[in-house]
């Protein structure tokens, strides 16, 4: 593979997986309270067609995007996070040439060309929050393995397509199918390592929401984030948003491959998919659905604010597409909340911005915390936990200084 990071930015690597280290996500104190410190404090990179963004990975490249951003209601293209699993994967698509190929159980495979997606079937476009089921992994307790994000493996934005409906409509789906995989066009680097292959139940695939898209924000996907094309199923995990999509299968049973069967599994039936460190869940399922969770964007981790002055709190809030009810905000760690108020909808599969004026009328320390309630009644758990740091959602909090 080419690199898509300079060497230097292989040693920055280096320096970010040790602060990471010794530090993770603050002292002990702020990891112990659930706390993400600002992300701009660690290692921060610039990769091909991106401003400065937090080293995870280099390979492959992973990239976290620095919270100021997230007071956009749509994550700008060059910040956006990136996330692979797989080293091997192309630094260059030639759009004239590429196929994307339909199989399996259908009575007229496809081979598709990027114009004949584009002009052969209904141009749809859907607001939708694509968040890494890891994203805030490096803020539990007990620490976990697997790439250390904080709260920017996440990002909000216009995706425009064609409904993988009709795509498998054209190619005749057999309408007794069980699931259907989806590949993309990077590779392992060893033999040994599985190939990168999601699937989906067919019933989801064929419900007329996924998406296969070849524009984000109104311009070409870039290609650290999928172009020429990415499955976007709104509401569901980013794992199953396979970037650089090029293959598509159509199963009569239950497909099994090591990213479904192994991988990205989390405690079955089981509320916030939580789990006990001393008491693991044995019966396990692929993880799905977003679980609810709001965080706060203004002010920053560790800011200082002046007493008597007035401050507007800013956040996000999202779910897995129910729709946010309401959020609030506590300043005496959960005893009394109030409800902040929200900015009108983008969309049920999209964020939704709260705000909340605040006069700080002491000095010292101020600990705030915030939980989003979802229209389902779904709501944030006090505390949170799974041996792979998935879906992580505990109520946020923030600690800041008042002078």
């Known amino acids: 593979m080419k690199t898509l990071l300079s060497s230097l930015q292989c040693f920055s690597y280096a320096l ?41 990975t280099d390979r492959p490249p992973n990239l976290e995007t620095p919270i100021r951003y997230f007071r956009k209601d749509f994550t700008p293209n060059d910040v956006f996070f990136v996330r692979w699993h797989l080293s091997n994967m192309p630094t260059a698509v030639n759009p004239d040439t590429f196929r994307l190929r339909i199989s399996g159980n259908v009575k007229a495979p496809l081979e598709l060309s990027l114009d004949e997606l584009k002009n052969d079937f209904e141009q749809v476009s859907v607001n939708a929050l694509c968040v890494c089921a890891g994203n805030a992994r490096s803020c539990l307790q007990p620490r976990v393995a697997g790439a250390q994000w904080v709260n920017g493996g996440m990002g909000n934005a216009r995706w425009t397509g064609v409904r993988l409906k009709d795509v498998l409509a054209k190619a005749k789906a057999d309408a007794r199918s069980v699931a259907v995989s989806f590949n993309g066009m990077d590779d392992p680097p060893l033999e040994t390592v599985p190939d990168f292959v999601k699937s989906l139940p067919f019933a989801r695939a064929n419900d007329g929401e996924v998406i296969i898209a070849y524009e984000m924000n109104g311009e070409p996907l870039p290609l650290l984030n999928g172009y020429p094309l990415k499955l976007v199923v709104p509401g569901w995990y980013a794992t199953y948003w396979v970037g650089m999509l090029n293959d598509i299968r159509v199963y009569a049973d239950t497909f099994h491959g090591y990213w479904m069967d192994k991988a990205y599994r989390v405690p079955k039936g089981v509320s916030n998919a939580n789990e006990s460190p001393d008491s693991l869940a044995k019966d396990l399922e692929p993880i799905s659905r977003i679980a609810i969770r709001s965080i706060f964007v203004s002010p920053e981790p560790d800011s200082v604010l002046t007493k008597g002055t007035r401050y507007e709190m800013e956040g996000l809030a999202f779910d897995g597409g129910s729709g946010i009810a309401r959020v609030e905000i506590s300043t005496d760690d959960g005893k009394s909340w109030t409800e902040t108020r929200l900015d009108p909808s983008l969309g049920n599969y999209s964020w939704r911005r709260w705000r909340f004026p605040y006069t700080p009328a002491a ?41």
């Open 16 to 56: 970010a997986l040790l602060s990471f280290l010794l530090f993770g996500c603050g002292s002990d104190t702020e990891q112990q309270a659930g706390r993400p410190t600002s992300q701009d404090s660690v290692t921060m990179v610039v990769a091909e067609g991106k401003k400065p963004m937090r080293l995870v």
């Open 363 to 403: 000095a010292g320390k101020l600990r705030m915390l915030v939980r989003a309630t979802g229209v389902s009644g779904e709501t944030q758990p006090l505390k949170h936990w799974n041996r792979s740091g998935y879906a992580r959602n505990e109520i946020e909090s923030l600690e800041l200084t008042v002078r």
